[in-house]
């Protein structure tokens, strides 16, 4: 830049002729101050001012430098913006005065130390870390939810409620523990749910798992606490991890006058499955849950082992019977059969097993050809083509399980309606069984009558595996339909075979029938004692 005049001018302190005069400028906005301000005066300096005197002074800065004297002149110092965001927190001193010691935040009432030396600086990296996830916060839609008292609110996202259903989740599922952990989960939780999800670690979940389950257990005792009696049941399962593990499970009438169900005890059992061992675990279980002068009855299967399980828990159990164990008469062992129940669906299924090992070599083709079916993909694809072409609706066949009969009917049930269509393509492609097809006529129309057959036990299993309805009260009707329907089949000449067998498996455990069965027959109100003289 070129050099001027103006610039010696404006080393000397004058403005320069390029500038503008802000004096007249300001004179012209503002007007005149005739009398000078004495700074050194008190509080009636300006009285001597003259006309001056009349017109307020202006605004001074926080410290401006005085013209005469070169001192400068302090007013209050502005506060900082970040208590705009805080409330602050006073406590006593012990010379009487009020001393600020904390701030708490007005966005998430976070409390942060705000003594007077410690400035104001993390106030405001915390407002600016509170703000931004307020505003990250606005961008899920709200949810409004009823309180108890049918007020409304907006919902709130809280961690500690995700972590424990979090838990439940992987509870319920049988999920591993780093579930929680896994990348896919915690993407498909921000993008769709909740944008402020953070993902906890295997460790957290194990802790969090921990804690859920004891407050639950604690929960549960207290609740305990105003029943009056249990029924118990126990069963031994094993996990995917080769373990067996002893459940014991509890039904109970709630203050509400709900019917509840409760697994009470999950132990493992790694010793040998004796009536001793058994009965040692189920008897901690209950003792630990204060239930041991609550129970009522204790209901287990068939197994050999049982019967000694109750000859040792009988003794301890009769609290809630009234009776005392040493020593038992004639009386008190009959009241004691009250204690211990055979489970009904159980002795179902031995009655019907019983029968269909008659029937084995029928059952033995069908198992056969599923499983012929089921031992190659391009099997299974020709097989769905196959069914395309004929019009039907294609479907996969499953096998029956030994321990569970009722799968037999399913298989049954399931392989019927397709018997022209699985004939034919069996017949197909697996070839000649000793010079017959593997399926003839005569054993679809043997499958057809035991499928008949198995139906009623099969509706009598469904029934009386209710868990949130009593069930004592119908067993004495499904007794007595089991019994006819025997008693029907005694002359058909496809299943006379098999009735004799099931009815020598019924007699073994219903000829007298327990006593729980009829007490609760007659007070059913729908029976009574004239409906119990009428079954016997």
């Known amino acids: 830049e070129e050099y001027t005049i103006n610039d010696d001018i404006r080393a000397c302190g004058l403005p320069g002729d390029d500038e503008d005069d802000l004096a007249s400028s300001g004179e012209a906005l503002f007007g005149s101050c005739a009398a000078p301000i004495n700074v050194d005066g ?39 913006g970040a208590w705009n965001d805080f409330e602050e927190i006073f406590e006593d001193s012990p010379t009487g005065r009020k001393v600020r010691v904390a701030a708490k935040c007005l966005h998430c009432s976070h409390v942060l130390s ?65 579930f929680g952990y896994e990348k896919t989960f915690e993407e498909y939780i921000q ?23 004891l407050d639950r257990r604690y929960s549960l005792i207290e609740c305990l606490k105003s029943v009056n ?6 069963d031994i399962w094993s996990g995917n991890a080769k373990e067996d593990y002893l459940s014991v499970v509890i039904h109970f009438v709630s203050a509400d006058w709900e019917i509840e169900k409760r697994v009470i005890g999950l132990r493992l059992i ?24 609550k129970v009522f009855s204790v209901t287990l299967d068939n197994a050999s082992s049982n019967a000694s399980v109750m000859a040792k828990l009988i003794p301890k159990f009769v609290g809630y019977l009234g009776i005392d164990p040493n020593p038992l008469d004639n009386h008190d062992r009959a009241l004691c059969g009250l204690l ?14 019983s029968g269909l090992k008659r029937n084995k070599t029928y059952l033995e083709a069908f198992r056969t050809a599923i499983s012929f079916l089921n031992s190659s993909n391009q099997r299974i694809g020709e097989f769905h083509n196959f069914c395309l072409v004929k019009g039907v609706s294609p479907r996969k066949f499953g096998l029956d399980m030994d321990v569970r009969w009722n799968s037999t009917y399913l298989m049954l049930k399931h392989l019927i309606p397709y018997r022209s269509t699985f004939s034919v393509f069996i017949g197909a492609n697996y070839g000649l069984v000793n010079g017959q097809p593997l399926l003839s006529d005569g054993h679809w129309v043997v499958a057809e009558k035991m499928m008949e057959f198995l139906e009623m036990f099969y509706e009598s299993t469904v029934v009386l595996s209710g868990v949130y309805y009593p069930t004592s009260p119908l067993m004495l009707h499904h007794i007595l339909d089991i019994a006819q329907h025997l008693h029907s089949k005694d002359n058909d000449p496809l299943l006379m075979n098999i009735v004799t067998p099931m009815k020598l498996k019924f007699l073994k455990y219903w000829q007298n029938i327990p006593f729980l069965y009829s007490f609760a027959f007659i007070l059913d109100p729908r029976a009574k004692i004239r409906g119990f003289h009428n079954v016997l």
């Open 114 to 178: 705000a003594r007077s030396a410690a400035g104001t600086g993390h106030l405001l990296w915390h407002r600016k870390v509170c703000v931004a996830k307020a505003k990250h916060a606005s961008m899920i839609q709200s949810r409004l939810q009823y309180n108890a008292d049918g007020s409304v609110k907006s919902w709130d996202y809280k961690p500690d409620v995700a972590r424990r259903e979090l838990c439940r989740l992987i509870a319920r599922l049988d999920l591993p523990l780093e």
């Open 191 to 213: 993008r769709a749910h909740n944008p402020r999800f953070v993902s906890v670690s295997r460790q957290t979940t194990t802790r969090d798992l921990e804690k859920y389950f």
């Open 340 to 353: 211990h129940q055979r489970c009904a669906c159980h002795i179902i299924n031995l009655i019907v097993k």
């Open 42 to 80: 008190g509080d009636d300096a300006g009285a001597a001012g003259g006309a001056g005197a009349e017109t307020s002074p202006p605004v001074m800065p926080s410290s401006t430098p005085s013209a005469s004297t070169g001192t400068s002149i302090r007013l209050k110092r502005v506060r900082s």
């Open 270 to 293: 790694d010793v040998s499955h004796s009536g001793v061992n058994i009965a040692d675990r189920v008897e901690s279980v209950v003792t630990e849950f204060g239930l041991k002068d």
């Open 229 to 234: 009696s249990v029924c118990l049941t126990s």
